[in-house]
């Protein structure tokens, strides 16, 4: 079965061709981060013009790339949330028409199922149960997966989401949005991470996250030290890094050993940090568990995803009609 995915979310217009739910044959992002890093984040309303214009090309390429044509395709997935309104809009109403023009069925995926689906699209995917870490702009959750349709939420973020931290750091030491590749890119450049930021357990067996201290915590030091040289910038980015992946790790582990569960799959943009990586499964194979995570490509927002995860919707008759509409804000 081929599906067409689509993907408009935020702030990426994507599209993909995807056979089978696996084997990828086209996967096209067209990024607007050039457009809003001027604001230091996403701005909706320009995000929602900047699908529009990009949503037909994109498709198009993603076509072409593939080489099909447009009779080939057999199904749509696209992002129904959760998101900014205006620009799933934009995605799933394309999907919409498209579906209903050519009477093909549509899959309304939700983009935290999708983030999850990345890892399926892996050579070697992670096997059930799995423990599933999605940690972006918006989110950081940790899910207990025990089916290609069961999604338990462990735990999730009560304030700040990673990456959020990692772009209002970035904003702080004027390193420019989005800040999770350029801190760590910094970070790199020191091998010692001397500054001690605080990591924020919360209670005794939580899986919750709370970021938000230790981002008051670096505007202080900061605020604090008035000259700010490159190096303590360095310095500033390997600290704060430091103290994001500890609890990202110790709280996954915990996660897996609760369950008994012996596989972790990280995914999103924050998953695309190999320091991140590094560190989890150095950690995680001293405890005999095994952590997967996808290729860069596919840890930031991409269509090929949602096709993935539309490909199993699909399968299962969870299709949708054409009065289903998007929504912002959801749990899975
Ligand atoms: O999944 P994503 O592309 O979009 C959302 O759904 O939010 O994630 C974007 C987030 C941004 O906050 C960005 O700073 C962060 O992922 N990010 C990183 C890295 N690359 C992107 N954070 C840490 N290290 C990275 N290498
Ligand atoms: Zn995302």
Partial sequence: MIILGIESSCDETAA?????GTEILSSI?????????KYGGVVPELASRMHLEAIGPVVNEAVEKAGITLEDIDAVAATRGPGLIGALLVGFSFAKAFAWARKLPLAG???LEAHIYSLALMEKPPGFPFIALVVSGGH???YHVTSPHTFELMGQTRDDAAG???DKVSKMLDLGYPGGPVIEALAKTTDTDLIKFPRSMLEKNSFDFSFSGLKSSVARYIHNHKIITKEDKAQIAASFQAAVIDVLSCKLLNAAKFKGC???GISGGVSANQTFAALLSQKAAKEGIQVFYPP???CGDNAAMIAARGFTMIKQGQTCDLDHDVFS???I
Avoid: G, M, P, Y
Avoid at 16 to 20: K, P, Q
Avoid at 29 to 37: L, N, R
């Fill in 29 to 37: 992002i067209a990024s607007q981060i050039d457009t809003h890093c």
């Fill in 140 to 142: 950081t959750n940790i």
């Fill in 164 to 166: 959020e931290a990692f």
């Fill in 329 to 331: 804000r959801t749990r």
């Fill in 16 to 20: 993909a061709v995807v056979r089978n």
């Fill in 109 to 111: 995926v939700n983009h």
């Fill in 296 to 298: 860069i490509c596919l």
């Fill in 262 to 264: 012996k596989r972790i």
